[in-house]
């Protein structure tokens, strides 16, 4: 007889399946995930490489000129030299006719030229040897000789390519005894040991602030020229950085890629993701020196610290009215034109703050998070539930001017103060 499988078991085995396969899915989707992360950090120190490279190329340059400025002036020197030997030769002795001085001169030039006998048709300089001038020339052509058989850029120099196959290779050379950190080049070493011995050799001449590279002296000194050469092709924004464009760019893109392992959100800056991060850790590295109280953002303690001081920057131009944040003061600028951007989906009662909104949203929800620990009554909204605790502590803070007598809320203080100020009260029948 042939056994019949109970329909209960097939299900049960179905769903079991069903899960499974689920389960391989979400498995796909984590591990495509890490495949995307781990490409975008080796793109992201592909990048750092390829600025690493620019800043050396910059340096190269900056060398090659002190190179030909030390040659210039050692061939001044020799001119110098031989003009005088020549001088020397033709003392004029008594009873002599004085040699000319230009023709002294054109023949010590005839004396250099034979020396330097390749001479460039373009601008005019001269070389010893042939090869010099023909690498001299690929300044005028534009010709780039040497080229990447991984990725297609060409270089000037042989030796320039060699530097740029590192980053297809991978190797990084130059480590650092302090920390362990590894480099392409020599001249990022010598920049990172800044880091470990403080040395700052480049000072603005502006505002004496010294930084350790020559290439962030450049971008610091754009602060004080006022300076943003990278404009965004969008909106026309400008900028100092090009790194400062490049994360604008995202807002047009929408490119957010820097994504929380914890819980997914995706950030357009890795500054931002490194703070939301601190979310799941719980870490508050900011601590006020005054009270204790710590924050997670150094902007965070900043606004914090106006507490203590009583400084409140942020003045509105219609009231006068100072605040400690810019953030408050825009939101109060809402109440002089009226704005209320934050409009109820289910009855259409429209908020100045999103925060009013939301708690708004509980009286359709019927949500009640904040609850009393001394009688359990719940409360939508936690202004509501301090109100309510002063019944429990009586604590009355609000206090009348003319009469003293005190008030646990601030809308009972107003209606009484009207007993004073003669304003008749009317009774809703």
């Given at each position: 007889m042939k056994h019949t499988e109970d329909p209960e078991e097939q299900r049960e085995l179905m769903e079991v399946k069903e899960e499974s396969e689920e389960l391989r899915e979400v498995k796909e989707e984590s591990e495509e995930l890490r495949e995307v992360k781990e490409e975008s950090e080796e793109l992201r120190e592909v990048k750092e490489e390829s600025e690493e490279l620019r800043e050396v190329?910059?340096?190269s340059e900056e060398l090659r000129e002190v190179k030909e400025e030390r040659e210039e002036l050692r061939e001044v020197k020799e001119e110098r030299e031989e003009l005088r030997e020549v001088k020397e030769e033709h003392h004029v002795k008594p009873g002599e006719k004085p040699l000319c001085r230009s023709k002294t001169k054109n023949k010590c030039l005839k004396k250099r030229r034979a020396k330097k006998s390749f001479t460039c048709t373009q601008c005019g300089n001269s070389y010893r040897t042939k090869q010099n001038l023909e690498r001299?020339?690929?300044?005028?052509?534009?010709?780039?000789?040497?080229t990447c058989d991984q990725c297609g850029k060409s270089f000037t120099c042989k030796q320039n390519l060699e530097r740029h196959m590192i980053v297809h290779t991978g190797e990084k050379p130059y480590t650092c005894d302090q920390c362990g950190k590894s480099f392409t080049q020599k001249v990022n070493l010598e920049n990172h040991m800044r880091a470990h011995t403080g040395e700052k050799p480049h000072t603005c001449d502006q505002c004496g602030k010294s930084l350790t590279r020559l290439k962030t002296l450049k971008?610091?000194?754009?602060?004080?020229t006022g300076e943003k050469p990278h404009t965004c092709g969008q909106c026309g924004k400008s900028f100092t950085h090009k790194l400062s464009l490049e994360n604008h760019m995202r807002v047009h893109t929408g490119e957010k890629p820097h994504t929380c392992d914890q819980c997914g959100k995706s950030f357009t800056q890795l500054k931002t993701l490194k703070e939301?991060?601190?979310?799941?850790t719980g870490e508050k590295p900011h601590t006020c020196d005054q009270c204790g109280k710590s924050f997670t953002h150094k902007v965070s303690i900043e606004n914090h610290m106006r507490v203590h001081t009583g400084e409140k920057p942020h003045t509105c131009d219609q009231c006068g009215k100072s605040f400690t944040q810019l953030k408050t003061l825009k939101e109060h600028r809402m109440i002089h034109t009226g704005e209320k951007p934050h409009t109820c989906g289910q009855c259409g009662?429209?908020?100045?703050?999103?925060?009013?909104?939301?708690?708004?949203?509980r009286v359709h929800t019927g949500e009640k998070l904040?609850?009393?620990d001394q009688c359990r009554k719940s409360f939508s909204s936690k202004q509501y539930l301090e109100i309510h605790m002063r019944i429990h502590t009586g604590e009355k803070p609000y206090e009348c001017s003319h009469c003293d007598k005190r008030f646990s809320q601030s809308s009972n203080l107003k209606m009484h103060e009207k007993i004073?100020?003669?304003q008749t009260l009317l009774k809703v029948s």
């Open positions: 190329k910059e340096e001299h020339m690929i300044v005028h052509t534009g010709e780039k000789p040497h971008e610091h000194m754009m602060i004080h939301h991060m601190m979310i799941h009662k429209s908020f100045t703050h999103k925060g009013s909104l939301e708690i708004h949203m904040f609850k009393c004073h100020s003669g």
